[in-house]
């Protein structure tokens, strides 16, 4: 992807879905990946039902359905009924849905009884379990894109949609320009046994929808989240240590000249640039003992000050030199072959390459930089010109994510995609169950940790139904990336939306960095130019001259 026009650009913005979707290896299953083709695709159940009959004119009973917070809709007990399709317009990421299709050994049997298996799309077991609740068919339009950018595009040209899963910094974007439909109340019913989502939503992702706001109103107003990340740093072992490589200076060490790549996008450059030029503010003890720690973090990792963009070109232009290139999805493979010894990498693709690597017989870890990392995540919101006032259509789209936020179903997207769930799951132990069933040690390891995360699962970390028994290993592979300890996620900030200004001056920012290098230009190519303009000024004063002297003047 151009790296000029992006300076909102996703984390995760390659142009083919492979880079979204890594799929996540697990026991005795096949790598699978699912395409979206960007066009619409019906499926065979179809329209909300309204049902009056009528039988030897009289009124037959009508069963009112279950509300999932918003219109209601209604079973017919009747004898005929007249139908009308609810149309359900949902967009989202290419690859980032179940697609079905698993053979019968993919079947994932879980410690708690739950059984894992995807026979059919997400999207046509959406459609029949809407039906078989609510008494009505709706008909989901599945759509893809492939950056937000796109999907902005896409909705300034004239799509339409309802419901689109794009990612923080887009959220806060269509946020701040009114696009969007708020959650109903009724989403939030934590008495409905049918609201998965606000149900089982990770206590910590649920407060940090409810603390982050854009225009004085909370994201959690318009948002539920879907899948979720950090950033780091992912490394040989072999050819560097845990030390070197967890802090983003080593974006920047000369030891590992040409051999680390970076990615191509301003918002992931920029965020480990602030973060290595403030490396001792964001190190320092006492500052990190302060009350107002994570508010500070934040403040710093967003800075868009003129000084500090402009110290960030200098520093990009210094890391330009030294690494092997800026990449989008290329980096898992060359780490992988051995091109590279480490590649900043999104941690949903660090899995997938370490799941890779490790096929082919190579580790591979991860490391969080010490400094901070940066918190990122994809939502599910509803758009006003979708929405359009219809109550069913709102309904359905509220009922979509509360289904792909059942934990059994949050398992399934994990498996398939390979990027982290928002779903904790609440009362419902599914989640870690699949955890423990893909991380958990077995009986007679020996080098073991206890890795809490009762921080995502309960809110409290320490408490002892949420301490996985894992490989030591594990600690900074795959479970650290996919699932970070309370540590890495304390030192964690979300990169917010840039405002015109500050976006115009960032892709500046980039162009001078992607474009040219001012450092590398010599010294007599200054001189060169200095003399060209010299030159130039002459003729243009020697002719305002003649021209004065001319006219007599």
């Known amino acids: 992807m151009n790296g000029v026009n ?14 979204r979707g890594a799929i996540h290896y697990r026991e005795g299953g096949a790598l699978m990946r699912h395409r979206c083709f960007g066009r619409s695709i019906s499926r065979k159940l179809a329209a909300a039902v309204m049902a009056v009959s009528l039988l030897a004119g009289q009124m037959l009973p009508v069963m009112a359905a279950e509300d999932t917070g918003n219109a209601a809709s209604v079973k017919n007990n009747g004898a005929s009924a007249t139908e009308k399709e609810v149309t359900l317009r949902v967009c989202s990421w290419e690859e980032y849905i179940d697609e079905g299709g698993w053979d019968e050994d993919e079947a994932l049997e879980l410690d708690n009884g739950t059984t894992i298996f995807g026979e059919n799309s997400m999207v046509e077991d959406f459609e029949n379990w809407y039906y078989e609740n609510y008494g009505v068919k709706v008909n989901v339009q599945y759509s893809c894109f492939g950056t937000n950018e796109d999907l902005y595009n896409m909705l300034t040209l004239g799509d339409v949609y309802d419901l689109v899963c794009p990612s923080e910094y887009m959220i806060m974007k269509l946020m701040s320009e009114n696009k969007l439909e708020p959650l109903s109340d009724g989403f939030f019913d934590e008495n409905n046994d049918k609201n998965y989502y606000i149900n089982g939503v990770s206590p910590y992702i649920r407060d940090t929808f409810e603390t982050h706001e854009i225009n004085g ?3 959690s107003k318009y948002a539920a989240g879907f899948m979720f990340g950090i950033t780091g740093i992912l490394y040989n072992p072999e050819k560097m ?17 040409k051999q680390i790549t970076i990615k191509d996008n301003v918002r992931d450059s920029y965020f480990a640039a602030v973060g290595a030029l403030q490396r001792d503010k964001l190190m320092d003890t006492e500052f990190r003992a302060q009350d107002d720690y994570s508010e500070q973090l934040k403040d710093i990792m967003n800075d868009v000050s003129p000084e500090t963009i402009a110290k960030s070109q200098d520093l990009l232009q210094d890391i330009k030199d030294n690494v092997y290139s800026f990449e989008t999805d290329s980096g898992k493979a060359d780490m992988i072959t051995g091109k590279v010894v480490a590649n900043y990498q999104w941690s949903g693709d660090a899995v997938y390459a370490m799941d890779q690597a490790e096929e082919d ?45 059942r934990p059994d179903n949050a398992v399934r997207n994990m498996y398939y995609i390979g990027y982290t769930s928002v779903i904790a799951g609440g009362d419902d ?29 309960t809110g409290d970390n320490s408490d002892p139904d949420y301490v996985l028994r894992a490989p030591a290993e594990q600690v900074n592979r795959q479970l650290g990336a996919q699932y970070p300890s309370q540590d890495a996620i304390e030192r964690s900030a979300v990169m917010e939306y840039f405002d015109e200004d500050a976006t115009k001056d960032i892709n500046q920012m980039w162009i001078n960095i992607r474009c040219y290098n001012i450092k590398d230009v010599p010294t007599w190519a200054w001189f060169i130019v200095a003399a060209v303009i010299g030159a130039l000024a002459g003729v243009i004063v020697y002719h305002k001259r003649s021209k004065k002297f001319y006219l007599g003047k």
């Open 217 to 219: 109103e909370t994201w």
């Open 6 to 19: 992006n300076s909102n650009a996703l984390h995760r913005s390659a142009p083919l879905a492979k880079q």
């Open 429 to 457: 132990d599914t989640v870690y169950s699949y955890l423990d069933y893909t991380y958990g040690a077995e009986d007679d390891e020996e080098d073991v940790v206890d890795y809490p995360l009762g921080y995502f699962f």
């Open 241 to 257: 240590t845990a030390d070197e490589a967890g802090t983003w200076t080593v974006l920047n060490n000369p030891k590992f000249a």
């Open 361 to 405: 017989g190579v580790k591979l870890d991860f490391a969080v930089p010490e400094e901070c990392t940066n918190l990122y995540f994809d939502g599910w919101v509803m758009l006003k010109n979708g929405i359009d006032g219809d109550a069913d259509r709102k309904q359905a789209a509220e009922a979509f994510i509360n289904f792909v936020s």
